[in-house]
């Protein structure tokens, strides 16, 4: 059963990202179930994005797309197309919703730890998340090993289908590493500082579209605290090709003053 209405789709992308998803409706393939929602693949002008519509349990809708307007956090056309193309398949065939948490509810804790380090075998996101949990589960956290999974982030190349595994491995780090503010500040800047680095690099070796990545490496500055008295004001990246030809370049500099610069735009 589909838990929103294509007034939560329209009201969501608004009318013309929704009356253009209308025509990707034939673009959809590989509907596939999650707990919380849906997850599928649409043909668009610049390539094959994915598409995830979450929400199901708490009655609320959220979309997540690949394609570069998706990317800057918007609903867009291929949300919407996936969220018409799921009414179209529920109006076919109407089949109970299977509850993974009430299943998983019911069974042995021996054969739950199976299947849980079964799939971290072929599942890289996966093993990475246990890891991290595993990392701060006891009452001291491994700070080595935090320190490992930071380092893990230089790369000298990024390809297109490889950019968004390594930009929700990032989040899933600094989400993990959030959690120890701020009882664990004086520890944990160092290595933010250093993810920050390391993001910075990356996105001048990615292939695909850089703006999650540079999500987290701003994820990663707030919480390292970018006025601390004891660090030099100002440490950042910066886009050397923004006002000029050429690839864009991200360029690491530190500055002894800061400069904000307010634009009013009429309207």
């Known amino acids: 059963m589909v838990w929103f209405t294509e007034a939560d789709l329209r009201g969501l992308a608004g009318s013309r990202s929704y009356a253009r998803g209308v025509g990707y409706v034939d673009a959809v393939t590989g509907l596939g179930e999650l707990p919380d ?15 995830r519509l979450i929400g199901e349990l708490s009655q609320d809708l959220h979309g997540d797309c690949t394609c570069p307007y998706g990317q800057e956090g918007n609903f867009c056309k291929h949300c919407v197309a996936v969220g018409l193309y799921l009414h179209q398949a529920a109006d076919s065939r109407q089949e109970p919703k299977f509850d ?12 739950l730890v199976d299947l849980l380090a079964h799939q971290a075998q072929d599942d890289p996101g996966l093993f990475r998340r246990l890891r991290l949990m595993a990392a701060t589960a006891a009452s001291t956290p491994d700070l080595a090993e935090l320190g490992r999974q930071v380092e893990m982030l230089a790369v000298d190349w990024l390809d297109y289908d490889a950019s968004d595994e390594y930009a929700s491995g990032a989040a899933d780090l600094l989400q993990t590493i959030e959690k120890l503010l701020p009882a664990y500040a004086a520890e944990v800047q160092p290595l933010l500082r250093c993810a920050m680095r390391l993001l910075g690099q990356a ?10 990545i540079t999500e987290s490496a701003s994820q990663a500055w707030e919480h390292r605290g970018g006025f601390d008295a004891q660090h030099r004001v100002g440490e950042g990246y910066y886009n050397s090709g923004m006002y000029g030809a050429g690839p864009r370049a991200s360029r690491h500099t530190v500055t002894s003053m800061v400069t904000i610069r307010i634009q009013l735009v009429p309207g």
């Open 37 to 51: 929602g849906v997850t599928a693949t649409v043909a668009g002008m610049g390539g094959r994005y994915r598409v």
């Open 100 to 111: 993974v948490r009430g299943f998983l509810g019911t069974m042995a804790h021996a054969d």
């Open 203 to 212: 996105v001048n070796v990615t292939e695909g579209d850089a703006y999650s």
